[in-house]
């Protein structure tokens, strides 16, 4: 069985990307045949890990700009240097010319491209936008939305906007007559302070609290999971041995994800 999940906050630069090669990246450790799907046209986390297409236009784009697409995830899935459980669907900047092109049925492009996949786990990276192709061919795929924010304004604003425009999508999936409602499942907080709480910080998880989304445990701030990026290599190697904690954060955080899906409907 495939489980699929979209991570996504319309808000930009709150640890979207983060948190799903992270989740990705965790779930090849712990042996499941994991694919990351990146559906962001600036296409940080295929940045990231550093994995390219051999040929021009073998990326997700492809998969959006044919009307059947079916089982292509797994042909355009490139395998990474960072774990052989690891396989990453790459995006490139000229996806964003899909999204303007708006076809008919275009957003069940992505699940069509997972049919059939060999994959356990699926991760969508999922870009910043209120709606629009992009994100509704995640919500389409997934079987669970996870949020990723900051502590912040913009990152519980986006939290916020992404969870009206979900209300709304389940609302006309059920218009339709379709049962392809993604599970809402909560929020993943990123880069928190463990030391000393700045006030905006606690007011914003005393929020995400409150409407009983917050993902536990928080995931710590530490500065080598952004070096790491610089250097496009995963924070859980070796020498990055301060940012153990942020390792353990997620592996509990998929340990807890997998555990409420599996007991969903
Ligand atoms: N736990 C953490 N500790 C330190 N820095 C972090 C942590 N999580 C994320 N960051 C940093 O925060 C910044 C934004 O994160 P990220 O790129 O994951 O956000 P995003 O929501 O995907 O952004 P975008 O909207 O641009 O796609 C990056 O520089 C990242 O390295
Ligand atoms: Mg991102």
Known sequence: MTRTYAVWNEAG????????????????????????????????????????????????????????????????????????NLRILPSDRTVAHREAEK?????????????????DLVIIDAPNRQGGLLPMNALMAADAVIYAATASED??????????????FAQSQKLRGSTFIPQ???????AISDTIVPKVERRSLAYVRENNLALTPFVPKREA?????????????????????????YKQLLDTILERTANHG
């Open 13 to 84: 630069g709150v640890g979207k990307t983060t948190t799903a090669v992270s989740l990705a990246m965790v779930g090849a450790i712990r042996g499941l045949n994991t694919m990351l799907v990146d559906l962001d046209p600036r296409a940080a986390s295929t940045k990231w890990i550093g994995a390219y297409p051999e040929a021009e236009g073998m990326h997700v784009g492809a998969i959006l700009a044919d009307p059947s697409p079916e089982g292509w995830a797994d042909e355009l899935a490139l395998p990474t240097s960072w774990h052989e």
């Open 103 to 119: 076809p008919d049925g275009g957003e069940v492009r992505l699940r069509a491209a997972l049919q059939g996949t060999t994959a």
């Open 155 to 168: 990152g519980v604003d986006g939290i916020d906007g992404a969870s009206e425009t979900l209300a709304a």
């Open 184 to 190: 809402e499942l909560g929020a993943i907080m990123t």
């Open 225 to 249: 999971v952004r070096q790491s990026r610089v250097r496009g290599e995963w924070y859980g190697l070796d020498y990055y041995d301060r940012a153990d904690v942020v390792v353990n954060a």
